[in-house]
Nanobody, 116 residues
Framework: QVQLVESGGGWVQPGGSLRLSCAAS????????MGWYRQAPGKQRELVAR???????TYSDSVKGRSTISRDNAKNTVTLQMNNLKSEDTAVYYC??????????WGRGTQVTVSS
């Protein structure tokens, strides 16, 4: 069974940084587009960033310039470095593995709370 396990969430003050990691198992990791999504209370899940197997990354406007997504195809991991965090970044962050057109796996999520 495919597993995506997130780690690195927690509480941080505004302006701080967090590094989220996702470890994937039982998938051909290199075939998948890996992404991070988030869902805040009362809101829909939204894309934060994603990276192709070749390392091409895209970011949502809300985190562009403050976040970096990267992957290690040898270790089956994807990380999201987030800097200058804001209160509106508070959400549950989910790791996603996507293989077009319809293979889609999700982790259970990790909570990120940004507050003073």
């Amino acid at each position: 069974q495919v597993q995506l396990v997130e780690s690195g969430g927690g509480w941080v003050q505004p302006g701080g940084s967090l590094r989220l990691s996702c470890a994937a198992s039982r998938i051909k990791f290199g075939n998948f587009v890996m992404g991070w999504y988030r869902q805040a209370p009362g809101k829909q899940r939204e894309l934060v960033a994603r990276v192709t197997s070749a390392g091409s990354a895209t970011y949502s406007d809300s985190v562009k310039g403050r976040s970096t997504i990267s992957r290690d195809n040898a270790k089956n991991t994807v990380t999201l470095q987030m800097n200058n965090l804001k209160s509106e970044d508070t959400a549950v962050y989910y790791c996603n593995a996507y293989y077009a057109p319809a293979v889609d796996y999700w982790g259970r999520g990790t909570q990120v709370t940004v507050s003073s």
